[in-house]
C-alpha cells in the first residue's frame, strides 16, 4: 500500500509539473509583415524629403520596443539608429507608420535598413531592406509645413510653401491617429497646374478622440511623382 500510494504521489507530482511547464511555454516570437519602404514601396529616398516606412507587427509575447536602423552599403554617409516604444510598448499588434526625414546633405547612394521588433521575452524578429538615395531636383518640395489645433480642439490648421518644377497635380491632406482618420483631396482650380502654391487650410477634427496624431501632406506633380511630408500634434 506504502509503495502504491507513493507511485500514485509520484505520477500526480510529475502530471501537475508537466502541466506547469506547459503553461510557461514562451509565446511565438514576433512578425514582421506588409514592409512598404518609401513611396508605392519604390525603396527610394530623396536628400530632403520624408522617407516613407510601414509595416504591420504581430507579437503575442508583448512588443518591448520596435528599432528601425539605415545605413550606406559601404563607406560614410546617411545613417538612422532610433528606438521606438511610445505606441508600441504594451501592445500585441501594430501597425508601424513613419515618416522619417532624409536630410538634405544624405550622400546619394545604396543603402541598407533593419527592422527589428524586440518582445518582453527577450524575442527579436527582423526584416531587413535595400534603399537607394537619389537626388531628383524636379521633385515637389514643401517648406514652412506646420499644424496647430485650436483651443477647442476641433479645427486643426495646416500651412506649407509649395514648390512643384513639374506643377501641381493634387494635394492630400491626411490626419490619423488613435484609431482615428481623416484624409482630403485637393484638386481644384487653385492647385491644378500651379509651380508654387501657399496651402492654408482648416480640416474639422472635432470627432476624433483625444491622442497623439500625425498629419501627412502628399504633393503629387503632373509627371506622376509624389512626395510627402509628416508632421504631429497632440489633441
Known sequence: MKTTK???????????????????????APSITALEVGTSNSKIAHP??????????????????????????????WNVNTTYTEGFAGLKNAEFHKHIDVPADAKVGLYHGHLKVTDQNGQVSEVEFDLQVTADPSLATATGFEVGLNTAGNDLHVEASITAPNKIAKIVLEVHGNGWKKEVTYEDAAVIGKTTYNLHKHIDVAAAPKGHYHVHLQVVDQSGKEVEFEEHFDK
Open 6 to 28: 507513493t507511485l500514485l504521489l509520484f505520477f500526480l507530482f510529475a502530471i501537475t509539473f508537466t502541466a506547469c511547464k506547459k503553461d510557461e511555454q514562451i509565446a511565438p
Open 48 to 77: 530632403g524629403n520624408d522617407l516613407h516606412i510601414e509595416a504591420e507587427i504581430s507579437a503575442p509575447g508583448i512588443i518591448k520596443d520596435v528599432v528601425l536602423e539605415i545605413h550606406p552599403e559601404s563607406g560614410a554617409g
